[in-house]
């Protein structure tokens, strides 16, 4: 079969997408993903999304990791919002699409994607005394359609690749998270509505440049450990920058959150698979 693609990058996260709203690709299954996300012998990205029709709204996102799994990626639907409008899906700024979380809504501003993300519960704190050797003793954990654990750190160097590797891995392949899988964020906080962060993402079971659903639970944790109602935080992250705006009660959810960022096509070809 020959695959017409496109590729997409959100502040350096890079995925594939498939235009499927004739049902073309519907055979694509956990190899062919695999195959297509390898930058060895595929094409390479973070990612698969394939735009499929959705009775009641512009479209169906589906993601799949490059390991076959599925999850939400905030980025990757960034793009996703940003390649259905290239492709005349919606007709105004504004669109709704389904994903494995529920309905979202997003706006295209400019070069710019504003996702509303779905409700989120207030952080747990997470004990990881039975994890060996990494000098954490706990962290926040929060589903932001991915499960994310928040490690804050003291210096811009514990972001670096190498200690975010292997603490990330040590964690997503301890016993505790090895079946069900977790993504690591490492924060330093600059300030109250300023923060950067270094990501593991399961799945890709590797760095990655950014993560829209890490970024985002990264702010609200800070949100919370401040007490800060509603507010926008800037998340630096390797590949750029992104915003998150949020309002919470302070007692039980954060809602009206957003993650705002660029979405940008890099370039389409075709191959056989």
């Not at 990791?65 to 504004?94: I, Q, T, Y």
């Not at 699409?97 to 706006?107: K, L, Q, T």
């Not at 519960?121 to 997470?126: H, S």
């Not at 490690?151 to 392949?173: A, C, F, M, P, W």
Request: hydrophobic letters at 35%; charged letters at 20%; a negative charge.
């Amino acid at each position: 079969m020959q695959i017409n693609f496109s590729k997409y990058q959100g502040t350096g996260n890079d995925f594939i997408l498939l235009y499927n709203i004739d049902g073309k690709y519907n055979d694509i299954g956990e190899d062919e993903v695999k195959f297509l996300c390898d930058r060895k012998f595929g094409i390479g990205s973070d990612g698969l999304i394939i735009l499929n029709k959705s009775a009641a709204h512009d479209f169906y996102m589906d993601f799949s990791n490059p390991d076959g799994s599925s999850s939400f990626c905030g980025n990757g639907a960034r793009c996703a919002v940003k390649f259905a409008g290239d492709n005349g899906l919606f007709s105004s700024h504004n669109v709704s699409f389904e994903a494995i979380d529920g309905v979202h809504s997003a706006e295209l501003c400019g070069s710019d994607v504003r996702l509303e993300m779905a409700a989120v519960d207030l952080p747990e704190t997470i004990s990881l005394e039975a994890i060996d050797a990494i000098p954490f003793k706990d962290g926040f954990f929060m589903d932001t359609g991915s499960p994310h654990l928040i490690l804050n750190v003291d210096s811009l160097k514990e972001l670096d690749t190498e200690n975010l590797i292997n603490i990330g891995r040590q964690i997503r392949y301890s016993k505790t998270y090895e079946e069900i899988g977790i993504n690591v964020n490492m924060v330093f906080e600059h300030a109250l509505n300023e923060l950067s962060i270094a990501t593991y993402e399961r799945g890709v079971e590797n760095e990655t440049l950014s993560c829209g659903t890490g970024a985002t639970a990264c702010a609200l944790i800070h949100a919370a450990k401040e007490l800060n109602h509603n507010g926008v935080i800037r998340v630096k992250t390797k590949g750029g920058l992104l915003q998150v705006s949020y309002e919470s009660n302070g007692k039980s959810k954060f809602t009206k959150v957003h993650l705002i960022g660029p979405a940008k096509f890099i370039y389409e070809g075709t191959i056989e698979i």
